[in-house]
């Protein structure tokens, strides 16, 4: 019945303040909301406290361009197109961001017990490794789990152990709580129901942790249409803050059903952005230099966008060129 | 569309049809990007048909027609039993469900230690930051089984690890930090570890004690050359031989059903 | 590839052995596996140790039928069509069967705990109750929890505390792990994967929890099929050990998409059991004098069943009466 | 269909009613069967229209056509937002997400405790076992405001439930079961509490230490007639008068749309 708050890609940006934490949909280099990305970067947020599964290219340019106070997470590279992020490694050797690791398992742990209200998960995963060894621990190193900062938990992680059953020892590993979350989606409804085709990744978790949501929509379709099939949607719609339609606004990550990852985009990105001059130009060209979405699509091409369109039965691009031999 | 002549074969080609081979039979594997795709499809196109894939970003069983480029590609979903997320499918490899996993590194120890967060120190920065764990460490731990395939080159197989991302045999017990043996780590929860590790010149396993031994090299190679490529003092009086070299088949699947494209098979 | 395996109800229900634990798909009168209910009846099943999210008419008939040594759950009940388990309150106050409850969030911790590999969930849910009496562990005070019986944990809860975050009071919950769980599904595919339509209750934490799986299906279905929308899909062959094609399989209860529950049934099966004499002559009539599914759906009759076949676009029967005035 | 003249209205629509009238527009409303049922769709056509239901069998939000008869129903799917299940919505409980929420009872006492498991005792036997808690407990600690609607009788309104399924405004704090209040038990966790009781004689609420008083009797009853109906020494001092009674077109929404089958509207 109510339409949820409909508002700009920039307004929604403005809304995030320099060291708020925020995490977002998607996984390594598909499905992250790149539209708001790029804005974020534009206006100069500083000093954010990005928490999250898994990283990507996304980690890298918030990296490249000074964004990140803190980067929370098990990961961060571009796949197939470029071996690590180049600017994470600099910015994380220079010390000028501080990097916490944890596991894969972990950071899904984290964000499941946010999402449900916990203040912590219980794993088995990663024991015996040394994302537990206790000087290993930069946010404590750095005198942050004081608990004043509430979205820094007092522990990294603490011992635990059961004998309800076997006598047993694991981990709980604290809750992510980020201020917002923003989501790539391929279907919102006019009041805020999200549907998620193919893989969910971590979007749910990382969606019901936190405390505001934001949606960039490829497409927002009637509320009822969603509600036809109500088991293959993921999130109603009070979870839901604002929503933005933006089209092709993961590019150049890819989106199923929608359209492929830009991997040429990307690999271009990593090859000219090893250094922070490299990342300068490439900033100013592709992002500080475009002034909205449109811009920026435009700026591509529609021939590099239908490349990448995703075939509607396959529910991605067979046009694209991936390999030595298509 | 393969340049290679009958016979002949490449180095990457040896690394996919080593680790298919460690495939059994309606084996549970998860697979990461590159390699391990190769490897699972090819196993299940020979001796493990009944073999079930899960990527970690949230696909089981998928029956692609198209080669995945990683584990969130679109390709992975198509004709899987379930499509979810990654909490579904770390909680099933928890819950012991996971036989064999396929898995990298940028370093390895003697005890099958892995390395792929920071070379040169970590705290308060190390001197070269790397990509991070990823699923690597978890499914490590929880997995029967796994098989580690890697670049062979001295300063890659040290003594000791600069930071153990992911647990071999021999591993920290926090707080102490005090190295025991893999199972007094994980207790209950203890179900297996480093089967074998794959390089583009052997194939190394692990003895009683959890200590890396020479099993096979490769065509090609010698155990002096391989001991030649580590930093440690190998064991190299259990090698088996030679690794049995790719067949015809296995080439001709690989370059005209499974990468025909040449994405990772360039 | 494989084909599961395909085995009689009598064959299926004849694995399972007196003092098993088990646990069944649906929720309270929905989507309950009653082809196999009756059948575990019929072959005189006795000291099965049933733990369940809620039970239903279901845990009534075992609990009339004296098969039941130990319930664990939170709830029995007929919804709308009789207002408790009479034979489950005669058996538990006669002290012929162990009732251990917990609150429906805690049953479902239960659950979550086993089919993640934990030994325990932890909640805030139900705190200040007598669920958590210590006086009122009746498996405690049985003498039960010595470790000895592996389906029993050696603590009813456990209290917990945390300071990750505020200072906070929570409970760990064990972890369930059945011997069995027997569900009804929509739709099975030839290699085991299970779609469940509508509200997938705790299915899922069901069956992952288990040690091994027995799905009777309303219909066995092509596995490509269901792999056409794998998103549909709740669980992956590897968890299914055999697969009955058991048409009406749920009836009294119903199933979503396929039929309704059978209110007037149920109704009649309460009025007619809430004594001994009065269940043994209803079981008589219904289970042991009944020599398999067929026969009872023969004795039901065609246009029992047809009132209550579900409308293929509303998902429920528009013919089968509810009220005073349909 | 219904035969009731116009103005006249039954005890169950006025409780239907009352209870409608506590849900504030946007809510989120948990629900069982049965009167909460009509609460919340009653409370969807009037003042409501943007509250939210979710029934704890798994769906969230629908816009049922047919009156569900429990909230396992195929019903309560049709046009929902979500339909999936209790693990889901469960923990949108936990993690603060509902508002309010309709619950029932067999006893309750005057800090709000309600017993649904047992009558007479508990272990090693009780003298009558009912149902058990169901997601009462759940609900009621961890939603905002709850309502329950029960009848009245002076058995049911006790000084001190026989077994306290579902927490009232002082519970026990264990191991020691010292009676405190609930703030103290649920600590960071503390949302609020049991906000009305409405009966078929009278509306009850709580004051700022957690015991009941009389908030308003039903049309045709007094102050003293419920204090015959309650074994307890109940506040009649903060009576403010008069349930107001059903509209007629509440009473037409109750009859005509939302249980034109006469399911609980016999």
């Known amino acids: 019945m109510t339409q949820q708050k409909r508002i700009s890609l920039k307004e929604a940006a403005g809304l995030i303040k320099d060291g708020d934490a925020i995490t977002f949909s998607g996984f390594t280099i598909w499905r992250r909301p790149f539209a708001m990305i790029y804005e974020l970067i534009r206006q100069g947020r500083k000093n954010l406290h990005l928490m999250e599964v898994n990283g990507g290219t996304h980690t890298d340019m918030f990296a490249g361009a000074g964004a990140l106070g803190i980067w929370e997470s098990c990961w961060a590279g571009h796949e197939l197109y470029g071996k690590l992020g180049a600017n994470v490694s600099r910015r994380a050797q220079a010390g000028e961001m501080l990097v916490e690791d944890y596991s894969h398992v972990h950071m899904v742990c984290r964000f499941a017990a946010g999402s449900m209200g916990l203040p912590y998960y219980p794993t088995y995963a990663s024991l015996g490794t040394d994302i537990l060894n206790p000087a290993y621990d930069t946010l404590g190193n750095a005198g942050l789990r004081d608990g004043s900062n509430p979205k820094i938990p007092r522990h990294k992680y603490l011992h635990a152990t059961s004998d309800f059953y076997e006598p047993s020892h694991l981990l709980h590993i604290p809750a992510a709580r980020p201020d917002w979350c923003i989501v790539q989606a391929q279907l919102v409804g006019e009041e805020g129901t999200i549907r998620i085709n193919g893989q969910k990744y971590s979007d749910e978790e990382a969606i019901k942790s936190a405390e505001r949501v934001i949606v960039l929509a490829e497409s927002v379709v009637p509320e009822s249409a969603l509600r036809q099939e109500p088991e293959r949607n993921l999130i109603p719609p009070y979870f839901v803050d604002y929503i933005i339609e933006v089209p092709w606004g993961a590019h150049p990550t890819g989106v199923y059903g929608n359209y492929e990852v830009d991997g040429k985009f990307i690999n271009d990105y990593y090859n000219r952005t090893k250094t922070q001059e490299g990342f300068d130009a490439w900033a100013q060209e592709w992002i500080y230099g475009v002034e909205s979405h449109e811009e920026y699509l435009a700026k591509l091409g529609i021939s590099r966008l239908e490349s990448l369109r995703a075939n509607p039965m396959l529910k991605y691009s067979t046009n694209v060129k991936r390999g030595s031999r298509s | ?266």
């Open chain 2, 1 to 266: 569309m393969t340049k290679l002549a009958p016979g002949e074969y490449k180095t990457i080609d040896l690394l996919a049809v080593a680790a298919a081979r460690e495939v059994n039979d309606r084996d549970i594997v998860f697979a990461g990007t590159g390699l391990p795709m190769l490897a699972i499809l090819l196993a299940q196109a020979t001796q493990a048909p009944d073999a079930v894939c899960i990527y970690e970003a949230g696909t089981v069983d998928g029956r692609p027609v198209h080669l995945p480029t990683s584990v969130g590609d679109a390709r992975c979903v198509y004709q899987s039993s379930v499509t979810s997320g990654l909490f579904d499918v770390f909680n099933q490899l928890q819950r012991g469900k996971v036989d064999l996993a396929f898995l990298g590194g940028a370093e390895i120890d003697q005890y099958g230690n892995v390395n792929t967060t920071a070379i040169g120190g970590y705290a308060p920065t190390p001197k070269l930051r790397l990509t991070g764990s990823g699923g690597n460490p978890d499914i490590n731990a929880l997995a029967k089984r796994t098989v580690f395939i890697m670049v062979q080159e001295k300063r890659r197989f040290k003594e000791r690890v600069d930071y153990i991302t992911s647990p071999g045999w021999r591993i920290p017990r926090w707080p102490s930090g005090e190295l025991v043996h893999k199972r007094e780590v994980y207790g209950d929860k203890f179900r297996g570890g480093v089967s074998a590790v794959i390089t583009d010149m052997a194939v190394f396993r692990f003895d009683e004690e959890g200590i890396m031994y020479l099993d096979t090299v490769h065509p090609g190679f010698t155990p002096e050359d391989v001991l030649n490529n580590v930093s440690f003092d190998l064991n190299i009086s259990r090698c088996r031989g030679v690794t049995e070299p790719p067949t015809q088949e296995e080439i001709d699947l690989l370059y005209h059903k499974i990468d025909p494209e040449g994405i990772f098979l360039k």
